[in-house]
């Protein structure tokens, strides 16, 4: 997955933003962004690495469980205004439970789901896990939900995108042993 992760990003061109879950500047995150940036890579030490990780979590909290239940792309996700709606109430959603975290983002939701039109006609991890028949990776979706139950917090549609994901789950799994 990491491979698949780091590909995908070097298709982008995107940078690799490195971070320490303390927020220090370690020495070993400034020596492995150094050696991406020998190779031609950004990559940049964060202070605050829990921001990328949850700017991470908005783009795949929607596109893989709606890619999965649906058999679109990315692309077509937020092109389709009813599903793009989607998409930018969950990842609202969760942009609010960050900040209940103490973590708060450097750009908004609508620029997240502008930079996923970039992407164009990408096939999500889920998406492809659902064509080959494996399980789908609920993780992030349950933990996310976990969270907010955690702290006592509301996230209704990330609730409703768990629910169908965890049901195609469970059918995917019913009908491989048939």
Known sequence: ????????????????????????????????????????????VRSDFREEIWLKILGNLCFNPISALTGAYVGEIV?????????????TEAESLANALGCFLRITVEHRLEKAVK??????????????????????????????????FKVPTIRALEACTLLTNKTISIRSRL
């Open 1 to 44: 997955m990491f491979l698949q992760v780091l590909l995908f990003n070097i298709y982008l061109g995107r940078a690799f933003p490195l971070g320490e879950p303390d927020r220090s500047i370690s020495d070993r995150a400034t020596k492995v962004s150094h050696i991406f940036e020998q190779s031609g890579f950004l990559a940049p």
């Open 79 to 91: 092109a389709f205004e009813p599903s793009r709606q989607l998409c930018h109430d969950a990842m």
């Open 119 to 152: 992407v164009g006609n990408h096939r999500t991890s889920m998406l492809q896990d659902r064509e080959s028949g494996k399980p789908l990776e609920v993780e992030l979706l349950t933990s996310v939900v976990e969270i907010a139950n955690m702290i006592g």
